[in-house]
């Protein structure tokens, strides 16, 4: 009985984790760059039963009487979600006519799972990346992400704008008057290795290969856009359909874990008592 319990409360986590996980990709539906995580749900191992105890006469090993087992079959005892992964698909571009605006086009890449990000810096001073291009210029001329992260170039050094009007050419080449400035791009061979640090920005994984040089490999296709944003690659239509079907699995599961704390009821309060 008991371990029905574990089952239908195993499933209200794993659901309510993914609810979580739908709901904050719903809420950044419209921000720039943004990447859907995916929820994955794995079933615990399974338990092998057997009946013991059977009528039929036992076995014996070295002088010892051991009883016959029969297998009565496996039992699964719930789900749990395994692990979310950002899905790296193009967003829409979309225009806005803000010079300071960016987005980076995904061209051919030798990889299957590989991705171009923009390199930035965060408060600590570390490198990070991201692919949302709603940059701006602070009050300092330096060219920082909406959250105040500078931009970096390609030798990772913050960009000075100097408060200056610039351009930016498809290679991603600033020309800020007489200066040519190339951004910072960096590939990562495999995205799905790279992870969410919050405010839009990636770090690689324990078990990611190095990011390199955009620019390094001949065979990485990309494309900067100045005046266009990356918008988020989020469905909203389909994500709203994916939390009814999963609120509709939560309650399924507390149903299930109400019907069982109701036979619970009447063991204690009905089987057990004394006539």
């Known amino acids: 009985m008991l371990r029905g319990f574990y089952t239908a409360a195993s ?25 859907a995580d995916q929820g994955t749900m794995r079933a615990f191992p399974e338990l092998l039963i057997e009946q013991m105890g059977s009528k039929e006469i036992p076995t014996t090993t070295g002088g010892i009487n051991l009883p016959v087992r029969q297998e009565v079959g ?8 395994q692990e979310t992964v950002p899905s790296f698909s193009q967003g829409d571009i979309r225009e806005t006519g803000i010079t300071t605006d960016m987005a980076l086009i ?10 171009v990000f923009f390199n930035v810096q965060n408060e600590e001073g570390e490198l990070r990346h991201t692919r949302n291009g709603n940059f701006t210029v602070d009050n300092e001329g330096f060219l920082t992400t909406n959250q105040g992260y500078y931009v970096l170039d390609d030798a990772g050094n913050p960009i000075d704008t100097d408060g200056l009007e610039f351009d930016v050419s498809g290679e991603g080449v600033l020309t800020i008057g007489d200066q040519q400035i190339p951004l910072g791009l960096s590939y990562a061979s495999n995205a799905e290795d790279m992870v969410k640090e919050g405010n839009d920005v990636y770090q690689p994984g324990e078990e990611a290969a190095a990011l390199v040089n955009a620019r390094a490999n001949p065979e990485v296709a990309f494309d900067v856009r100045q005046s266009v944003l990356e918008g988020s690659n989020v469905d909203p239509a389909r994500t709203m359909t994916e939390m009814m079907n999963t609120y509709r699995s939560f309650e399924m599961n507390q149903r299930v874990l109400k019907a069982y704390d109701q036979n619970m009821q009447k063991a204690v309060t009905e089987i057990g008592r004394l006539r």
């Open 11 to 35: 499933g209200m986590v794993a659901n309510q984790r993914m609810q979580e996980t739908l709901s904050n990709n719903m809420s950044n539906a419209y921000t720039p760059g943004y990447k």
């Open 106 to 115: 995904q061209g051919d890449v030798p990889d299957d799972k590989g991705m």
């Open 74 to 81: 496996s039992l699964n005892t719930g789900v749990y979600v």
